[in-house]
């Protein structure tokens, strides 16, 4: 069964720290993977994607992830956050072998303190 | 280039009725798929049309169905409405089957 887990509901980081989000997926077929951004009342922005080739991905404003086959796992990271940064996050997969039709995690909650 | 809009922006209905939602897709695309959100959680998969035929269902009952037209945009039909059904629902499009555009969403609430 398709299933995607993102172990943490809320993080909380300073502005200008690090950020790793944690995304890891159980799915049969190859797949594609996602992370998107919601902010409250919005619909969602997809921050970047895999679907083959280099494991590392970078994305829009400065996010950046990493395809570990292994661990089945897909990790969300920034270098620096930013106080606009602070959103929800979502970690999707898909596969063209199965429609596309995306499984997402519950979420992680992200909150910057200044 | 015209972006994934959805309607109406929100939506207040009572137990029991009937409700439809509307989807345009990005120029282009053929394929929409619709995710109900509950507070909190993360999206669901409800179902994808896919040039105008359904092409996969989520675990959701019969109650909800739904529409492909031949300019490829898109209806959403929830029966029998329950206090359950309140969510952000989302359509999202795209060119078969690849990468999907999100809309903005219905925020529908169920009294």
């Known amino acids: 069964a398709q299933s995607v887990t993102q172990p943490d509901i809320h993080i909380t980081v300073s502005e200008g720290a690090s950020l790793e989000l944690r995304c890891n997926y159980s799915?049969?077929?190859?797949?594609?993977l996602f992370w998107y951004v919601q902010s409250p009342g919005q619909g969602l922005q997809l921050l970047l994607k895999y679907f083959s080739g280099d494991t590392l991905v970078q994305g829009i404003k400065g996010f950046e992830a990493e395809f570990k086959r292994s661990q089945s796992s897909f990790n969300l990271r920034k270098p620096s956050v930013h106080w606009s940064d602070a959103a929800e996050y979502f970690c999707a997969v898909g596969a063209k072998e199965t429609g596309n039709q995306f499984y997402f995690g519950t979420g992680t909650s992200l909150t910057v303190i200044p | 280039e015209t972006g994934v809009t959805q309607s109406p922006t929100h939506l207040i209905k009572t137990r029991g009725q009937q409700v439809t939602l509307r989807c345009s897709s990005q120029?282009?695309?053929?394929?929409v798929s619709w995710y109900q959100q509950a507070l909190g959680q993360g999206p669901q998969f409800i179902f994808q049309?896919?040039?105008?035929?359904?092409?996969g269902r989520g675990n959701f009952p019969p109650r909800f169905s739904g529409l492909q037209f031949p300019n490829y945009s898109s209806e959403l039909n929830v029966n029998a409405l329950e206090l359950d059904d309140s969510a952000l629902y989302l359509c999202a499009s795209s060119w078969d089957l690849n990468e999907q555009f999100f809309g903005p969403g219905t925020r529908l609430t169920v009294l």
């Open positions: 799915y049969g077929a190859t797949p594609y």
């Open positions: 049309y896919y040039r105008e035929e359904e092409n």
């Open positions: 120029s282009g695309h053929n394929t």
